[in-house]
């Protein structure tokens, strides 16, 4: 069940960074949605090795097929199978790995778990797994266009290391987050930020930060309390992905420190709407979407591979020794998990959207009458 | 399926704040185990309302009955149910929440989602629902005693408002979390913390906060990649309570901000074991814990309810309005939470090590030959 | 888990033969029904004890109490809580139980597979554990209505022992139903089961028979290829009441000794609708409803418990003994057991109701041009 | 949610009878065990189409790889992949399919469903999709082993037609199964199945039957009470395979005939252990497996296609018309159905022993003292 996310929209991801491919069996998509290769691939490209001078240079086209539930160019309401085989594989580059854990990876944790791992490039634990996520995000993006018209996700990067950059959530474009290799739509930073990318690796070393995303034009009404409120799915959502160390919405850590009267959301009517004149909730009030944006942030550590020489011991528990990085890999994950993190977030919606109607139905409950 | 939390340890909890009581089934417990209602009302008291003078007066008991599911003080692996009856409740007091949506709480959301709510005391999003939690929890640490010995859970105020303590999480004890009213083991931080906490009562106003939590003693091998991740699911569960904005294992949002060489735990051999010698990773790598301290945090907000005057609009979206709380509630929810968090800590841990038993076993699945 | 039925429409169960009560939780029903206790209550006692004077005769009024999820007698969309406290309990009646494994009981199957048991009258694995079924399935009826007008589930006693009755599924009314003690709407033939009960009844004995269970104005569409579908939720649902032995759908056993071209059900336009002329499909398709009357038959065993001496072995599993009944007991479930067969049928559908939804809206897909 | 089965071994079928192929994705498999191709390709080379000449001369190879999960040889406990192409697909032969339902099939109910089907051969509803049931059940028989040592599962044809079987549950072997296209181990009656099956394909006709199923070896203490109990899982597993029409388990529906004192297995002390002196039960009592031999039933209905003109109506609903089958088929699908039954079987017991480890551990609880 640990490789299965979702209730009624659900995915079974499988595959690992070394071996045949990665894939993504998609199970309760609705049926009549129009797909192709194509529209998954758009977001794939955003996720692939080798897209910029600031990624991992593993050559990936991570060119992907659809073998089943898409007929005539439509979707079936019977499972889509995506495969994306593994091509610029080299287990050999990984052979130290299978002598020693690598520091602040899940080598070290898999074996302990099952008493065996891949230790080709990280086997399962590798960023290679959230293709199928990203694939399936694709699929549930048009199902939830067709559910939810005007439903809109952006994610972008807010920080790397110390740099933070300025960005207004309410206007944010995906074509801003786009305009650069790192994908921060606050172009001066985004400079900067590129830059330090730069200098960490050259110095053998990584850099981690924070990604925001936000979600415009989600009804009242999705989320399940008490267990399954939006914001704890989507922090389960988040947390799923390799690297993260952190989740926050609306107010975050920040509002812990303020009083009720600074915190609350007072309510008006606007446009014949119940409507909030701030967010510090983030468009999510007792596990349920207000209608308001949905704003989230998420912290992803500096990536565990560099190439510095680090303390560790033999994989058979007998001998400390060293270890450094040889193989491909990002100084900095953030640029590429901008769409794993967009992904998640589209999942976990169309799963709410999918619950909602079949709970309440999808039309509103509440009319306003804005006579004031 | 939004009321049922776990997958092989399940709670259903269900209730409202006012009605009939709250309680809880919990199905999946293992059998022979030793259980009566006074193992439940220990942790319930640390929950209950009342029980000092920084929370909310209002009068419960909160007198568990063990309904099903033991026999002659022991679990029989069948469901158990726990009832907890509503006894002070004075729907009289709410009923202005029934003519307008308090800003920043649930009442609007659960309109717009079912066309229909509760009105009295907040209803299902009330924090009382959170009973069926803590009793399901002193239920699930008996379970984990038995399957993981050594395995301690401990949970503590860390900041309220701008109030940091210093606690060291690798040696504090419940003794000290217990004793005192707002539950911070920094005796000192304790004692302006309180205070703090009455000043902003007395300004009608509230304060926020974050707990924090540790689990010491827990084996290596516990969490489910990819989806099922031991963060993912203490994310989502810690979420999941009702006023938290965030989430953060280890290093969490700080981390980011790091390097790779400086955030890395490197490994060593120690008494025998594999071990770290930093916990960034707050006690997991790559979804599953790795046998160092599990540290982790959560971000309270300030609660909604406050005794000053707020804008909002009323409960048919007709006008705005006024409202100012005459209610009793909590000016901190934190105190009251600590248990809350311990509690869905407990509850994710026992789901956890019985998944890992199922699919694993419980033995270690890797022996150190230390002779470094 | 195992106490949790359901995807959407999911209900738990909890409670033994004896001690505090049982009772039921149920998740996810939608908003704004009218229930109250009557309405529970008219089914309870179609199933309670002591309804006639060939049913055990235990004394329990099993009166519901509804905790939770109902506000001023409409659903909230919250968990909807059950309880009915156990009366009558004379658990000294069964204290030769605690010595002895009753032969064809659950008694030393619990054993075996928890290591304890509750011996005073079949804890949990007694029929009074169905309380909770029946209960949910009254609301699910009210829910079923509002989703799918028209629809309409009838069980019945088809057979008992060799006695066969002669039923009309098409046109069998419940009042029919009702208006003998056995649940048989062929008159004549229930006036020679009830004879025939009581017979076995004064030898000591016990007796069997089948359960014949039809559902009318189920539209096209519901059920869930390739796992869920109706008839393998239909057959899981039966086979999780006690006492079963075997399911079949539609032709059924009988349908295995055909050719393809005596069972086909041929299309014809009726209508302006799509229908078959005749119906060996049992109203299902491909796991999926095809608009006819789904007919499904339940195999019931005859009652374990007999007032005849009968072999066993002592718990202790230490040596060989005899065992007569002196309990309370049921000559022949079967009419105890038509509530049963029907909750479990509605609590199918309306999870499949909703489940439909979700993906699929519940719109007819197919619209007929019916100009032949 | 209704392409994946089992609740800790989980597997997701996808696939159409046309298109890029079938597979299934694995999760939850315990790690270590020896898996290749070739241990799948066995059982899917008896399920596999033109093995004999009384099956569906359809040309395929049935050739499955393993895309992941498998390292070296051994299970890693991360998801394994199964794949296999379809190669002989002529979709052109089902042009009329496009234009009108086939009587008895799931065109009908697939179009009603989702307005949209895959009328290539069946799409979903085909048999093929069962490669990906048998090729996880294959893995699952490993894990069984491991786990269970001493557990088998046989499955055979017990009748065609009027044409019954005579077979001892208790000694029959496998090869016995496999010594005959039919799969029936009564050698006489199996000559005469064969028969009657080409006499009805030379008819343009079909025919249906029963298949039987023995677990011998099963541990006392499998099964979930009260819902997920053993034969309620296995009902549901059966009644989820294509054509199926009934299931029983022991004495079945002829058991709904008995008295319970001919009914009841008495229990004795045999070889040091608690063992029943016969079994109507069919080795499950109480919905847990009591360590006796399980046996049950399965109705298969004839093949819905065949070759003789049938009265249908056209795919868009305007008119009546005739359709007579072109495509290759099976005239009986008993023989292929067995190792389907089978591996239904194999599904259910793993998830159930995973289950039961996890709750109870797997060592015996009760130990007999026989002493008599």
């Known amino acids: 069940m640990s490789n299965i996310f979702g209730h009624l929209f659900r995915i079974a991801t499988w595959g690992e960074s070394h071996g045949g491919g990665v894939g993504v069996v998609i199970d309760g998509c609705p049926p009549g949605l129009a797909i192709d290769e194509g529209i998954l691939q758009r977001d794939l490209d955003r996720r692939r090795p080798g897209q910029s001078d600031i990624v991992t240079p593993r050559k990936e086209a991570d060119r992907c097929q659809i073998l089943s539930g898409v007929f005539q160019g439509r979707t079936l309401g019977t499972p889509i199978s995506v495969f994306v085989p593994n091509e610029d594989a080299r287990p050999e580059a990984y052979a130290e790995m299978q002598t020693a854990f690598r520091p602040s990876h899940a080598d070290y944790t898999y074996q302990a ?34 559910l939810l018209p005007g439903l809109e996700v952006v994610a972008y990067v807010k920080a790397i290391h110390d740099l933070d950059a300025d960005i207004d959530p309410a206007t944010v474009r995906l074509i801003d987050v786009e305009s650069n290799a790192v994908r921060c739509p606050d172009a001066a930073m985004a400079r900067q930020m590129i830059e330090r990318i730069k200098e960490v690796r050259a110095q053998g070393d990584s850099v981690g930060g924070t990604i925001e995303c936000i979600v415009r034009g989600c009804p009242p009404g999705l989320g399940e309390p008490v267990f399954d409120r939006l914001e704890a799915d989507l922090a389960k959502a988040m947390l799923s992905l390799p690297a993260t160390k952190g989740f926050e919405i609306g107010s975050g850590f920040a509002g812990a420190r303020l009083t009720g009267s600074q915190h609350n959301d007072a309510f008006e009517l606007r446009d014949g709407r119940v409507r909030t004149t701030s967010n510090r909730s983030g ?17 992803f550590k500096p990536t565990a591979t560099i190439a510095k020489a680090q303390k560790t011991v033999t994989a058979d528990a007998s001998a400390e020794t060293e270890l450094a990085a040889r193989g491909r890999h990002d100084p900095c994950v953030l640029p590429r998990a901008v769409p794993m993190v967009e992904a998640m977030a589209v999942l976990v919606l169309i799963d709410h959207a999918l619950r909602q109607r079949a709970q309440n139905g999808l039309e509103p409950k509440l009319t306003a009458h804005a006579d004031t």
């Open 113 to 146: 778990k099952f008493g065996i791992r891949n230790w080709e490039g990280g086997g399962r634990s590798s960023a290679r797994e959230t293709i199928g996520r990203v694939a399936a995000a694709a699929v549930a993006k048009v199902a939830l266009t067709e």
């Open 283 to 299: 468009g999510v009030q007792g596990g349920i979407s207000n209608g308001e944006d949905i704003v989230f942030r998420v912290a």
